[in-house]
């Protein structure tokens, strides 16, 4: 079993910057795609940036030039740089990871950008 915790989250500024970690307990290198989401109060969960095996990246055009999704196999953790957030960015952020075989997904970490 998997499993992905997520820190690094908080309360900031509009137009500050947060990093956020998922911790993986398996080899990153295994899996597919890892990827982070956010979910806003009532709405659903939207992806916002995803890495491959291979190491390719992409992201919502609602946050490209800002975010940068980074890992660490050393480590075994999946990083999300967040730079110039906005208020609209304030959501609960979810760490996915699918292996060839199953994929999971972290508790969740709360970021709020204040105007």
Do not use: H
Not at 4 to 21: C, F, H, N, P, T
Not at 37 to 56: C, D, E, F, M, W
């Amino acid at each position: 079993q998997v499993q992905l915790v997520e820190s690094g989250g908080g309360l900031v500024q509009a137009g500050g910057s947060l990093r956020l970690s998922c911790a993986v307990s398996g080899s990153i290198l295994s899996a597919n795609v890892m990827s982070w989401y956010r979910q806003a109060p009532g709405k659903q969960r939207n992806l916002v940036a995803t890495i491959t095996r291979g190491g390719s990246t992409n992201y919502a055009d609602s946050v490209k030039g800002r975010f940068t999704i980074s890992r660490d196999a050393a480590k075994n953790t999946v990083n999300l740089q967040m730079n110039s957030l906005k208020p609209e960015d304030t959501a609960v952020y979810y760490c996915y990871a699918a292996f060839p075989y199953n994929y999971y997904w972290g508790q969740g970490t709360q970021v709020s950008v204040s105007s």
